[in-house]
């Protein structure tokens, strides 16, 4: 299963779940017409029974891709470790992941020199992604969607072990709440919305509002930075 489909097929694929299509058997159509490469039109003059066949054989293609991953593709090395910048830009390529999947698995795989002291030093991420992706977009499926799923599991895991900075309970009065005029309600509804968090302000609020120390900051790892944040909440420092 998948062991052939390379991550540019992969993407073609993943790409269909974002179309609405007339009915399903049009998406069969065109899931069948990507992993064959022929065209739909000699799908559609294809004798019923022969396609009903194709579906059975082709079955996996609705199956996720093998969940481990190569530490090594090509010269570029596996990165479970992050800085700021790279998880905000990750957060960000997940919005539309079908679109950006080579992109991501860029940020994933990165070139390094050697290793120090037993931890592995890699590039920065200075090049132009729009460029690296096409370093993937032959490289097979079961080889690197591993590295993408543990990265979804790293995210998810440290969204919850810091869900306090992410979504920040706050308390009201529903008396005081009965007593706030619609302008009160509207600005107080404001404030519950910029407690979201939000990339741009954390870095705004961290540099000081000193541009000049954006790369500073953004370099420095994820971890590091959030276990800062929560100790300033926790002593209100």
Same mark, same amino acid.
């Given at each position: 299963? %998948?062991?052939?489909?390379?991550?540019?097929?992969?993407?073609?694929?993943?790409?269909?779940?974002?179309?609405?299509?007339?009915?399903?058997?049009?998406?069969?159509?065109?899931?069948?017409?990507?992993?064959?490469?022929?065209?739909?039109?000699? &799908?559609?003059?294809?004798?019923?029974?022969?396609?009903? *066949?194709?579906?059975?054989?082709?079955?996996? $293609?609705?199956?996720?891709?093998?969940?481990?991953?190569?530490?090594? !593709? *090509?010269? @570029?090395?596996?990165?479970? %470790? +992050?800085?700021?910048?790279?998880?905000?830009? &990750?957060?960000?390529? =997940?919005?539309?992941?079908?679109?950006?999947?080579? *992109?991501?698995?860029?940020?994933?795989?990165?070139?390094?020199?050697? $290793?120090? %002291?037993g931890n592995r030093v890699f590039e920065p991420l200075k090049?132009? &992604?729009?460029?690296?992706?096409?370093?993937?977009?032959?490289?097979?499926?079961?080889?690197?969607?591993?590295? $993408?799923?543990?990265?979804?599991? +790293?995210?998810?895991? +440290?969204?919850?072990?810091?869900?306090?900075? =992410?979504?920040?309970?706050?308390?009201?009065?529903?008396?005081?709440? @009965? #007593?706030?005029?619609? #302008?009160?309600?509207?600005?107080?509804?404001?404030?519950?919305? @910029?407690?979201?968090?939000?990339?741009?302000?954390? !870095?705004?609020?961290?540099?000081?509002?000193?541009?000049?120390? $954006?790369?500073? &900051?953004?370099? @420095?790892?994820?971890?590091?930075?959030?276990?800062?944040?929560?100790?300033?909440?926790?002593?209100?420092?």
């Open positions: 299963m %998948w062991n052939n489909v390379t991550v540019e097929t992969f993407m073609e694929l993943r790409g269909l779940e974002t179309i609405s299509f007339d009915s399903p058997f049009d998406l069969e159509l065109e899931r069948l017409s990507i992993l064959m490469d022929i065209d739909i039109e000699e &799908l559609q003059e294809m004798d019923l029974s022969d396609f009903n *066949k194709l579906l059975k054989q082709y079955y996996w $293609v609705k199956l996720p891709p093998n969940k481990t991953h190569k530490p090594q !593709i *090509k010269s @570029l090395y596996f990165k479970d %470790w +992050f800085t700021l910048g790279e998880f905000i830009d &990750l957060n960000y390529l =997940f919005e539309d992941e079908a679109k950006n999947f080579d *992109k991501i698995l860029s940020i994933l795989y990165r070139y390094s020199n050697h $290793v120090k %002291w090049f132009d &992604l729009d460029e690296r992706k096409n370093m993937f977009s032959n490289v097979l499926i079961n080889d690197c969607f591993g590295a $993408v799923v543990k990265f979804v599991e +790293f995210r998810d895991n +440290f969204l919850k072990v810091y869900e306090n900075l =992410f979504n920040p309970v706050i308390e009201s009065d529903e008396s005081e709440e @009965l #007593e706030l005029d619609p #302008e009160d309600i509207k600005a107080e509804e404001e404030e519950k919305k @910029l407690s979201k968090f939000s990339w741009e302000r954390l !870095i705004y609020d961290l540099s000081g509002g000193d541009l000049t120390k $954006v790369d500073q &900051l953004t370099d @420095l790892p994820i971890i590091l930075v959030f276990n800062m944040l929560s100790m300033k909440q926790t002593y209100g420092i």
